[in-house]
């Protein structure tokens, strides 16, 4: 918006900018809070391109190697970060495979490619957006019709090949037999894309955008808790804040509103009833992304067994899956992650200590994660973590830091709790996601992980990107 020519104020909640992807900084440790995966390197660089910058100008990345690690109930796999030693991984485990791989990449590659060029750069307002000649002769080649775990049984038959290749999905909330096989793509975007870590962690790309709004004029405005959207006769014409250090309220007046907020809170807390596109039922029945168990935990060694990324696939899939998008109950015995960003990056913890990210996916809409729960979570998952790893763990804690869903509401007004937002299954794609542009409010847009194009930090970066678009396109004086 600002490179458009338009004076730009943010209210910003938390006293950082960042939102879900903050930072937390305690007893010489310093944790992402939120997102901790970077993927797709290309659409942060045409980011910063479209401002005629490179991503190197704010921040340095790794490619790491290995990408991650699985750790199965009988054994633990090294992801290759180079595709012939992933193939030849493939190859070991399932003779043949490897050939079939270069196939299913190669589709993969094709959905990836027609994907960011021709889908998720769109708003989503009406289905002749997608009247396009190359999009349409190549509709059966994305295989939106077919789901990505039918698609990859296809291809390899066994069960650690399969969920090696389903797992990527998981970022978009929803089951494998659930989510359409065009987001193989994000299977592509894995394997030839790479996984790499920013020099300072996830918080270094906030920090370069906030950086790069500030050269072009944004104000920034924090510790600015949203409380009401002021409309009259269909516009939007102020918004009332209260500032949670000062104790006091404001009234900020625009000719244009950008909420990035929970799209529901906006929705629902913010506006009058008459203003609002989506009723109560609407958001009832939307499927949602899982909710997180999250632990920030520090400890007084380094541990000799660790990757930057791990995975622990140790129990049933199908058991953990079920409880979050069928049963919504708390897991019984979970999947889990950990991100241990001190194997990449020395100083993000003390000299001789390990910083651990913790996160268990659960279901959203869970009441009950007081203390006690997320013990018991904790414990549950930290005598896992230390077999595998081969020694001890929770002893040398010195620092933790619990966040569950409870906190994502306080913190984010997320709704149900959500951490990721809309699961991305077919009958929530496109037009069919609530919209980036209001439908009662003429000057109000949307962006965020619950419009288009979906959840996940490169998704979210583009919605901005997308919802400024439409402002700049559709604006009416």
């Not at 789901?147 to 970022?171: A, C, D, R, T, W």
Request: glycine letters at 8%; proline letters at 5%.
């Amino acid at each position: 918006m600002a490179k458009a020519g338009w004076d730009v104020t943010v209210l910003e909640k938390h006293d950082i900018p960042g939102g879900r992807a903050r930072q937390l900084v305690a007893e010489g440790f310093t944790f992402d809070m939120g997102p901790s995966w970077y993927w797709m390197p290309d659409v942060f660089e045409r980011f910063f391109n479209s401002f005629g910058k490179k991503v190197s100008d704010y921040y340095s990345l790794y490619r790491l190697s290995p990408s991650y690690r699985i750790f199965w109930e009988d054994s633990l796999m090294d992801v290759p970060a180079d595709y012939e030693g992933f193939k030849n991984l493939f190859e070991q485990i399932e003779p043949g495979s490897g050939e079939k791989l270069d196939r299913f990449l190669a589709e993969a590659e094709y959905k990836y490619n027609t994907g960011i060029n021709n889908l998720v750069y769109k708003p989503g307002l009406s289905v002749t957006e997608f009247i396009d000649k190359d999009l349409i002769a190549g509709l059966f080649r994305l295989d939106v019709f077919q789901s990505i775990k039918k698609h990859i049984g296809k291809y390899f038959k066994n069960p650690k090949l399969q969920q090696l290749l389903e797992f990527p999905v998981l970022f978009l909330g929803a089951l494998p037999e659930k989510m359409p096989a065009l987001y193989s793509l994000m299977n592509y975007a894995d394997i030839k894309g790479g996984t790499w870590f920013p020099k300072g962690g996830m918080y270094s790309i906030v920090k370069a955008m906030h950086s790069l709004a500030e050269e072009l004029g944004v104000s920034f405005l924090f510790n600015e808790d949203v409380q009401e959207i002021v409309v009259e006769n269909g516009k939007a014409n102020k918004i009332i804040s209260f500032n949670q250090k000062e104790q006091t309220t404001a009234s900020y007046t625009a000719d244009a509103f950008i909420g990035s907020a929970d799209y529901h809170h906006i929705e629902t807390a913010l506006l009058p009833l008459q203003y609002r596109s989506y009723t109560e039922n609407y958001w009832e029945k939307r499927v949602m992304a899982p909710g997180c168990l999250l632990y920030y935990v520090g400890l007084d060694k380094r541990l000799n067994n660790l990757a930057h990324h791990s995975l622990f696939f140790d129990t049933s899939f199908a058991v953990h899956g079920s409880e979050i998008y069928n049963d919504k109950q708390w897991p019984t015995n979970p999947l889990f992650y950990v991100s241990a960003t001190s194997v990449t990056e020395n100083g993000l913890a003390p000299e001789g200590c390990e910083n651990l990210f913790f996160l268990i996916p659960v279901a959203v809409g869970l009441a009950g994660d007081d203390e006690a729960l997320r013990e018991r979570y904790f414990d549950m998952i930290i005598k896992r973590f230390e077999d595998r790893v081969g020694e001890p763990v929770k002893q040398h804690i010195i620092y933790k830091k619990t966040f569950a869903n409870s906190d994502f509401v306080n913190d984010y007004n997320a709704f149900k709790g959500n951490a990721y937002g809309l699961a991305n299954t077919l009958l929530q794609t496109a037009m069919l996601k609530p919209s980036c542009r209001s439908k009662k409010v003429e000057n109000l847009f949307y962006a965020g992980q619950l419009t288009v194009p979906g959840p996940g930090v490169p998704p979210s970066i583009i919605s901005g990107q997308v919802a400024a678009k439409q402002v700049v396109e559709n604006f009416i004086s």
